[in-house]
């Protein structure tokens, strides 16, 4: 029997996009969002609510500010003490791992999805998912891109306007675009 494209989307294997079963996955949380992006930002209660009504779970003391976007919602675990500012997209379909005390810069993207650097393979309508983890104690700066696949260490600051696009070790400030590795922090 063949796989379905949200299995095949489910075992990190090439997917169609415009396969019906995984673009309903996206209809519901781009309601969510909208309620979300809805609520006054003097209603923190009223948006916690909704954020954990959004992600797949979420730790003790939540702060996410709007607007917020997500592909999904669901693939998203963020552990306890997490602080998102202004306008974070999280493109999540497949896993984002967030540890704990993260804080998320204004104007932050996180991908997990990519799709295929042939013509053909995007006139196909492909892509794949790549898992994205964020250790603990991280700082992502402003205007970040984290690309799909990577691994940020423990400790680890991503200065502002950086793109991610490999791992990045433990207690290191990064920065660029490509994010290299500025130096290492002593804790």
Not at 63 to 72: G, P
Not at 132 to 147: A, E, F, L
Request: with cysteine.
């Amino acid at each position: 029997m063949a796989k379905s494209e949200l299995q095949k989307l489910e075992d990190g294997e090439w997917y169609k996009l415009t396969d019906q079963e995984v673009a309903n996955r996206k209809i519901n949380s781009a309601t969510l969002c909208r309620d979300f992006n809805a609520i006054p930002e003097n209603q923190p209660d009223k948006q916690e609510a909704k954020a954990r009504e959004i992600f797949g779970s979420a730790g003790k003391n939540l702060i996410v500010h709007s607007r917020l976007n997500v592909d999904y919602g669901k693939n998203i675990h963020i552990g306890d003490n997490f602080l998102s500012n202004y306008n974070l997209t999280i493109l999540d379909i497949a896993p984002v791992n967030i540890g704990d005390n993260v804080w998320i810069g204004p104007n932050t993207d996180i991908y997990t999805v990519n799709h295929p650097l042939t013509a053909k393979g995007r006139k196909q309508r492909l892509g794949i998912g790549k898992v994205v983890n964020i250790g603990n104690d991280v700082w992502i700066g402003g205007h970040c891109t984290i690309c799909p696949g990577v691994t940020i260490g423990n400790g680890a600051v991503i200065a502002a306007g950086a793109v991610v696009t490999k791992d990045i070790p433990d207690n290191v400030l990064v920065g660029g675009v490509p994010a290299k590795v500025i130096k290492k922090i002593e804790q």
